[in-house]
């Protein structure tokens, strides 16, 4: 039995090792190994991977796209003369002669510096002389400097020091509205970025430098309920030391011929001591319509950006204003609405005819749709609903200002048709018409 076990053991042994050769020379000579076998051996079978099943992608239901922007003939209409807007700002009854005294400007949170934009346009240009600006934008600094060549440039307004500052007739700040915008997060004084502590430092340039006349400008909002006590404060301290007859008032762009919906505050003091009687008489609103938006579209350069891409808020804002109108049985091809495609709210706002307010955020966005035009509006489009001159747009992209930054500069600006309509009351009771 011992002997037959060690043959059993022998023939067991050999048949492996003569089997492993032949799979092994197979493997080398095909590159096929049987299955449980390799070159090396004998092996386990390996187990198959598990497939998983494809899932069926769900077909998502694609807006319908959106028609192409199509930029009207550039510079067709050119900028909105000041005939045009004449009749809306009765200058005759206030004129205002090219030649005499010397008038002298200064301004903070200056942004384009519509002041002295207006001043030229009312045929000033040559009595102006530019004491300062101040803006903490650098690129806006460059536009101001070639623009307007102020005598001084201050670029922090919580810097300067105000007893070395030049003292002037006309004094001008537009101090930032972001504090106390509805659109913003209505911090006012308590702004995380201090902006609105700027008023501060106004204030100081007005009581030790005491010009001859100031006027300040904000947003709409610091004048109504969220920030009313705060106002109140403002108009308090700049009549505290009694050298100001102080007064405001909310004066709308639209009612004095440019179709752009732009309600904003404006704070006019008359040092006492430089006028005959303390009063101030404030313009008041056209009984006429604005001119034609269409006036105002005069194509020009500085597309900011092409529509919004299908699928986007921005597209579906459109899509559902665009609903809206032809739901009310409009022709968006034949009316000039606007659509303010950026908006958050469930639904576009929508004006006919006139714009909304062109803001920092919209005017660096495109300002708004126009559907008669299928486009949103251009850079030299916004500066001419500002009353600025398209002229800008070259002298900015010379300084190297984009036109997105420059779109943002004009959404601060000061509509320069109130300032029209401001300014020569201003220099009258100063005796500076």
């Not at 070159?39 to 192409?68: F, N, S």
């Not at 409009?330 to 062109?358: A, E, F, K």
């Not at 299928?374 to 600025?388: P, S």
Request: charged share 25%; with cysteine; aromatic share 6%.
């Amino acid at each position: 039995m011992a002997a037959a076990t060690g043959c059993e053991q022998w023939w067991d042994d050999g048949y492996l090792q003569q089997a492993t050769r032949i799979v092994a020379s197979r493997v080398r000579k095909h590159g096929v190994a049987f299955p449980g076998t390799s070159a090396a051996g004998p092996q386990r079978p390996r187990k198959k991977p598990r497939t998983q099943k494809k899932k069926k992608k769900t077909q998502v239901a694609r807006p319908p796209p959106l028609p192409a922007a199509a930029p009207t003939k550039q510079g067709s209409k050119g900028a909105v003369t000041k005939q045009e807007l004449e009749p809306y700002l009765k200058g005759s009854s206030w004129p205002c002669g090219a030649t005499g005294p010397v008038i002298k400007v200064g301004s903070e949170c200056s942004g384009l510096e519509s002041v002295l934009t207006a001043l030229d346009q009312m045929g000033l240009g040559q009595r102006v002389r530019a004491e300062f600006v101040c803006d903490k934008d650098p690129l806006c600094r460059k536009v101001l400097q070639s623009v307007h060549e102020p005598r001084v440039v201050y670029d922090d307004v919580t810097k300067r020091d105000v007893k070395d500052m030049p003292q002037v007739d006309l004094y001008t700040a537009g101090f930032p509205c972001q504090p106390w915008s509805s659109e913003g997060k209505g911090e006012g004084r308590r702004d995380k970025q201090g902006r609105g502590l700027i008023f501060d430092h106004v204030l100081k340039y007005i009581n030790e430098k005491l010009p001859k006349c100031f006027l300040l400008e904000n947003v709409l909002a610091l004048s109504q309920a969220t920030h009313k006590k705060a106002f109140e404060k403002m108009l308090a301290s700049l009549r505290r030391s009694e050298e100001y007859f102080v007064t405001w008032r909310v004066i709308n762009a639209v009612n004095f011929g440019i179709p752009q919906n732009r309600p904003r505050v404006f704070i006019v003091g008359l040092l006492r001591s430089a006028v005959s009687q303390p009063s101030f008489p404030w313009p008041k609103p056209a009984t006429r319509s604005p001119l034609p938006l269409t006036r105002f579209l005069c194509g020009g350069a500085g597309v900011i950006r092409p529509l919004p891409r299908a699928g986007t808020v921005a597209s579906g804002q459109l899509q559902r204003g665009l609903e809206a109108i032809r739901a009310e049985k409009g022709n968006p091809r034949t009316t000039d609405y606007s659509l303010d495609i950026w908006s958050g709210r469930d639904y576009p706002g929508r004006m006919t005819d006139r714009v909304p307010c062109i803001t920092r955020k919209r005017g660096g966005e495109g300002g708004c749709y126009i559907t008669s035009v299928q486009r949103l509006l251009t850079v030299e489009e916004m500066l001419n609903l500002q009353g600025l001159p398209l002229s800008y747009r070259a002298e900015a992209r010379r300084k190297g200002v984009s036109d997105r930054q420059l779109g943002m500069m004009v959404g601060n600006a000061i509509a320069t048709n109130v300032l029209r309509a401001i300014l020569p009351r201003m220099l009258t009771k100063i005796g500076k018409q």
